[in-house]
């Protein structure tokens, strides 16, 4: 669903660990005042937060922290907790726009570890969009057992992290419904998850055809 994705996390190609961010890398947002979490890492005392216009995720890994905080950025703080609402005090998200959100996980000053997430603020349009596909969610009731089988068998596999043959699953459905828009919304999410913006793209205008 929208504001939602799989725990997922950044390596920095530095030799870093992961700050592993929950429910944000690849995420469509429905709120320009988001809540970011993620999981506390051992011996941080405290975390920086680098709020950014999408930049490649690579360049955002290799950068020092001071490079990093020298970037044009949309906001950037400290704070001390591991569950952060979107300051109501700093300009809202814009909608139709992407960012990257870095958090520097802070021993002190020496940083220990670094997590890098990219997600969207949906426009109005996409919105309202995204509302209906729910809408469509709840109706989507396929009297087919092979059809359901096959949805079954795509929700174990995102499960266990196999998507490639969740997206096979997926694709079976719509060989039997091609107008199913939340089957089409389920393969959406799945490929901004695992970053294949193409195919998330070609969905997005697939689903935006049949509305």
């Known amino acids: 669903m929208p504001g939602e994705a799989r725990l997922v996390s950044a390596r920095h190609s530095q030799g870093l660990p992961d700050v592993p961010l929950i429910g944000m890398d690849g995420a469509n947002l429905l709120t320009d005042h988001p809540r970011f979490q993620w999981i506390p890492v051992k011996d941080a005392n405290r975390y920086w937060l680098v709020l950014l216009p999408k930049m490649e995720t690579s360049a955002l890994r290799k950068a020092s922290l001071p490079q990093l905080k020298r970037k044009t950025y949309w906001w950037q703080m400290a704070v001390s907790t591991c569950a952060f609402a979107y300051p109501r005090t700093k300009l809202p998200l814009q909608p139709g726009d992407d960012y990257s959100l870095v958090i520097c996980a802070l021993h002190g000053e020496r940083e220990i570890a670094r997590g890098v997430a990219t997600f969207a603020y949906l426009s109005a349009a996409d919105r309202a969009l995204v ?4 809408q469509d969610c709840m109706t989507f009731t ?4 092979m059809v359901t089988a096959h949805l079954l068998l795509a929700s174990y596999y995102r499960m ?3 998507y490639d ?3 096979v699953e997926y694709q079976q459905v719509l060989n039997r419904h091609p107008q199913a828009k939340a089957v089409h919304y389920a393969l959406l999410t799945l490929y901004r998850q695992t970053r294949r913006w193409e195919n998330a793209k070609r969905e997005w205008q697939c689903i935006k055809s049949l509305g």
């Open 131 to 134: 509302n209906a596909f729910r």
């Open 142 to 145: 396929p009297r087919d057992d």
């Open 160 to 162: 266990h992290d196999i």
């Open 165 to 167: 043959q969740a997206v």
